[in-house]
Nanobody
Framework: QVQLVESGGGLVQAGGSLRLSCAAS????????MGWYRQAPGKQRELVAT???????NYADSVKGRFTISRDNAKNTVYLQMTSLKPEDTAVYYC???????????????WGQGTQVTVSS
């Protein structure tokens, strides 16, 4: 069984920084893309950033230059460093991993439980 455990959310003032982490565990064979998505109240879930197994990154226009995604393949962990945070960044942030397991095969998408990020003005 695969688990994605997120950490690092919280309350921060505008202009501040936070670092999110997401660790994948279970009988994982390989992890392809990893990413972060967010969902604000009353809005649809949207892509924030993704990173391929080779390190290629992709960002939403709204976070380019402020957020940095990275991964540690040895730890099956993806990070999101968020700087210059704005109130409009307030949302629940979800980790996503496209991975294959020894038992269930794949690859398929797995999601974390979400972590709240609140930016006060």
């Amino acid at each position: 069984q695969v688990q994605l455990v997120e950490s690092g959310g919280g309350l921060v003032q505008a202009g501040g920084s936070l670092r999110l982490s997401c660790a994948a565990s279970g009988n994982i064979f390989t992890i392809n893309a990893m990413g972060w998505y967010r969902q604000a109240p009353g809005k649809q879930r949207e892509l924030v950033a993704t990173i391929t197994s080779g390190g290629r990154t992709n960002y939403a226009d709204s976070v380019k230059g402020r957020f940095t995604i990275s991964r540690d393949n040895a730890k099956n962990t993806v990070y999101l460093q968020m700087t210059s945070l704005k109130p409009e960044d307030t949302a629940v942030y979800y980790c996503n991993c496209n991975l294959a397991t020894y038992l269930l095969g794949g690859p398929k998408d797995y999601w974390g439980q979400g972590t709240q990020v609140t930016v006060s003005s």
